[in-house]
C-alpha cells in the first residue's frame, strides 16, 4: 500500500521568509499528486495538483511544487510567504492502479509570524 | 455553485450509542468518499461511492462502520456502539467522474467533528 511522509510538522516563519514542505511518496507506480490547504477554521482546499506534464505546477497564491520522480518527492514551494498562509497543509497521492481514494500525509502545521 | 455540505457540524455521544452523519456532494459529482482526520493526524480513508455502489470499502476500520448512498447523491455514514477512539473529524469529499472512468480532484466539506464521552 501506498504511504506519504511530510517530514515537518510545525514550521514557523516570519513574513517575507521562503517556504518549503518536503512530501515523499512510497509508491512505484503512475500517481497524482496533490496539496490541500486548511484555513484555521476552514473547509480543506485544493492548492495545486500534479496529473502529467511539467512537473513544475503552479497553484493559488504563489504556491508551486516540483514532482521529482526519481527522488517520489513533491515539495511545495513559495518564495515569500505572508501571515494569511498560516494554515495546515496536507501532501496527497493517488495511486491510478489502487483505487480512487487519496492517500494523505499527515499534515505541516505552519505559522507565519507578521 | 454550492459546495459539499455535512451535518451535523458537531455531535457529542455517548459511548455505546449510534451515530448517523450525512454527506451532501456537489451536484453532479458520482463519486464520494469519507475519510476520518483524528487529532493531530492526517486524514484516513474509509469508503469510495462511484455512483450508489461502494466498489472500495477497504478503509472501513470495523464492522461498526456502514455507509450508504442514495443514487448519486447523499450519503450516509453510520457508526454502530460508538467507541471513545471513534472520536474524530468525519471529513466527505467529492469529485467528477470523466467519461474514461478517470477521476477528477476531490472537493471536501467541512467535516462533522464527532466526540464520543
Known amino acids: 500500500a501506498q504511504s506519504v511522509s511530510q517530514h515537518n510538522h510545525h514550521v514557523i516563519l516570519s513574513e517575507a521568509a521562503s517556504l518549503e514542505l518536503g512530501c515523499n511518496y512510497s509508491?512505484?507506480?503512475?500517481?497524482?499528486l496533490f496539496w490541500y490547504v486548511q484555513y484555521p477554521g476552514q473547509h480543506l482546499q485544493l492548492l495545486l495538483k500534479y496529473f502529467s506534464g511539467d512537473p513544475l505546477v503552479k497553484g493559488i497564491k504563489g504556491f508551486e511544487a516540483e514532482f521529482i520522480k526519481s527522488k517520489f518527492s513533491f515539495n511545495l514551494r513559495k518564495p515569500s510567504v505572508q501571515w494569511s498562509d498560516t494554515a495546515e497543509y496536507f501532501c496527497a497521492v493517488k495511486a491510478n492502479n489502487a483505487g480512487n481514494m487519496l492517500t494523505f500525509g499527515g499534515g505541516t502545521r505552519l505559522m507565519v509570524k507578521p | 455553485g454550492a459546495g459539499v455540505s455535512q451535518s451535523p457540524s458537531n455531535k457529542v455521544t455517548e459511548k455505546g450509542k449510534d451515530v448517523e452523519l450525512r454527506c451532501d456532494p456537489i451536484s453532479g459529482h458520482t463519486a464520494l468518499y469519507w475519510y476520518r482526520q483524528r487529532l493531530g493526524q492526517g486524514l484516513e480513508f474509509l469508503i469510495y461511492f462511484q455512483g450508489n455502489s461502494a466498489p472500495d470499502k477497504s478503509g472501513l476500520p470495523s464492522d461498526r462502520f456502514s455507509a450508504e448512498r442514495t443514487g448519486e447523491s447523499v450519503s450516509t455514514l453510520t457508526i454502530q456502539r460508538t467507541q471513545q477512539e471513534d472520536s474524530a473529524v468525519y471529513l466527505c469529499?467529492?469529485?467528477?467522474?470523466?467519461?474514461?472512468?478517470?477521476?477528477?480532484?476531490?472537493?471536501f466539506g467541512p467535516g462533522t467533528r464527532l466526540t464520543v464521552t
Open positions: 469529499a467529492s469529485s467528477k467522474t470523466g467519461t474514461s472512468g478517470a477521476v477528477g480532484e476531490q472537493y
Open positions: 509508491y512505484g507506480g503512475t500517481v497524482n
